[in-house]
């Protein structure tokens, strides 16, 4: 059922943007992000969240947010990472609606209109799903990551769209359903497809990054991808069990062959089975199992401790509107 729209009565729409260390594009996304609201029949807030940058991001976004009003800057105290500066802006969105959008210009400003007409037809969530052809992505960056979706899609309890990005529309409904999670390591695009709720797609071809360098680097993609596996699925919980009978399916026949062979038939094929060489047989064995078994659930009690010691997501700084300072006209 699509969702009417007045000029008289325009919906609030909330745009979070995640910084860090994005001085020198900033001013340039603004620009064509005001340029793609302009011709929209909504209302806009624009909530500029800064994960700790340590260049001229803070300053440059105070700037813009005085002579736009829209925008709110909301500073975190640290670099707490893209997933926690996304959440905390859900945290505060007041609108309908929010859209979730890079500040590289890689998510192209111009498709919010096709994310609005989407959520108008009904759509809870929409997603903006990267083109298989994007030509901006390295070689090894797109098949590491076509990789991980088919693993993740093989182990997950709920499917990951492949390409899938945090470019995506979220219904006031979901907002608030997402700001019931709790969970400290998260993948804020596989929580909301946890979510479910009535699902839209818009593929798109990324745009080239204006300015500055990308700031989530293989280590933060491979830490990422890790606290996926875990948050989706219990597979790598499973897996220690699944190690176990594996091993001990190849132990227990090789075993028992080695006993007959040497004991019962008294070494017909000359194998010669030392005691060493069976007891090798049987500590090689455990051993991998229990550092199999050890490895894995040493990640989910990392998690665990996570969870229990309950510090905070994130620490606000500051997070203010500011007023328009423009002055009244003199009589």
């Keep these: 059922m ?3 729209v007045s000029m008289a009565s325009q919906p609030l729409i909330t745009i979070i943007v995640p910084c860090h260390n994005e001085a020198a594009g900033l001013p340039e996304l603004h620009q064509v992000l005001a340029a793609a609201l302009a011709t929209l029949p909504y209302q806009f807030e624009i909530l500029m969240i800064d994960d700790g940058s340590t260049d001229e991001t803070v300053a440059i976004a105070h700037r813009l947010a005085r002579h736009d009003l829209r925008i709110q ?5 640290r670099n ?5 500066a996304i959440t905390a802006g859900l945290h505060r969105a007041q609108g309908e609606a929010a859209i979730m959008i890079d500040a590289d210009l890689q998510h192209p400003p111009r498709l919010i209109a096709q994310f609005l007409a989407a ?6 969530v929409v997603v903006g799903v990267r083109a298989r052809s994007n030509r901006h992505a390295g070689w090894l960056k797109r098949t590491t990551s076509h ?3 088919r693993f993740i899609n093989l182990i997950a309890e709920q499917v990951v769209t492949p390409g899938a990005t945090d470019f995506r529309l979220l219904d006031r409904v979901v907002i608030d359903e997402f700001n019931r999670f709790t969970e400290r390591n998260r993948m804020t695009r596989g929580l909301i497809d946890w979510l479910g709720f009535r699902r ?7 745009g080239q990054r204006h300015a500055g360098r990308a700031s989530y680097g293989w280590n933060k993609l491979f830490t990422l991808a890790m606290h996926s596996v875990i948050s989706l699925s219990l597979f790598p919980l499973k897996l220690a069990g699944y190690l176990g009978v594996i091993i001990t399916s190849i132990s227990l026949p090789l075993g028992i062959f080695m006993y ?8 017909p094929w000359k194998m010669n089975f030392t005691g060493t060489a069976q007891l090798a047989v049987l500590l090689v064995f455990m051993v991998g199992m229990v550092l199999a078994s050890l490895g894995l659930m040493s990640l989910y009690i990392g998690a665990i401790h996570a969870e229990v010691t309950n510090r905070p997501l994130y620490v606000l700084r500051r997070a203010r509107r500011l007023e328009s300072h423009r002055r009244e006209p003199s009589a």
């Design 260 to 267: 007959v062979e040497k004991y019962l038939l008294d070494d």
């Design 2 to 4: 699509s969702k009417p």
């Design 147 to 149: 990789l991980f979706y």
């Design 73 to 77: 800057v909301i500073e975190l105290s």
């Design 80 to 84: 707490f990472g893209k997933e926690v």
């Design 200 to 206: 839209a797609e818009i593929t798109f071809m990324p």
């Design 119 to 124: 959520w108008q037809e009904g759509a809870e």
